[in-house]
Structure formats: C-alpha cells, structure tokens
C-alpha cells in the first residue's frame, strides 16, 4: 500500500510563505501526474496545484501567481511552495495522483492568521 506523507505546514500571518513536502513510498511515483489538495472545514477537498511527470503545473484561479508546485521524482516528493497566504488558504493540505487513487495520508495543517 503505497504511503503519503506530508509535511512542513503551521501557523503563519497572512502575506507569509510556507513550503509543503509529500513523500511516496510508491516506485511508480515518477509517472503520475501528482497534486496538492486541500480540505477546508465544511468544505470538500479539492485540487490546488498538480504537475505531470514531466513537470508541467497547472493551478486552480485561487493560488495562480502564488503557489508553485514542483517535484523531485529521484526522491518520490512533490513540493509546494506558498508564498503571499491569505486566510482562505487555510485548509489541511494533502498530496496525491490525480486523478487521487491512492490511500490519503494524514495531511498538513496550514493555518493563516490576518
């Protein structure tokens, strides 16, 4: 069962930035397409940022300008970097294929004060 794991979240004031790892067990890592979702409470989890094997992004309106995504597929982890947060940013943030086939991790809480 292929394991993700994520990490680098916490509490930051809105304007600041915060660099997101996930980490997968799964050999076959480097031909997924790969995306960070995020989870708000109340809210469904959707995708933000995801990137092909070749290391093509594609984001969602929210975090365009703001977030990017990038991968290291030598070390199985894609990455993402959050610069100029907003409190609407705040969300517990996972990484998986998309379309997401693999088991959830446990996610990262990112919280943004105003």
């Known amino acids: 069962q292929v394991q993700l794991v994520e990490s680098g979240g916490g509490l930051v004031q809105a304007g600041g930035s915060l660099r997101l790892s996930c980490a997968a067990s799964?050999?076959?890592?480097?031909?997924?397409?790969m995306g960070w979702y995020r989870q708000a409470p109340g809210k469904q989890r959707q995708p933000v940022a995801t990137i092909t094997s070749g290391g093509f992004p594609n984001y969602a309106d929210s975090v365009k300008g703001r977030f990017t995504i990038s991968r290291d597929n030598a070390k199985n982890t894609v990455y993402l970097q959050m610069n100029s947060l907003k409190p609407e940013d705040t969300a517990v943030y996972y990484c998986?294929?998309?379309?997401?086939?693999?088991?959830w991790g446990q996610g990262t809480q990112v919280t943004v004060s105003s």
């Open positions: 799964e050999s076959t890592f480097s031909i997924n397409i």
């Open positions: 998986n294929t998309i379309p997401a086939w693999w088991s």
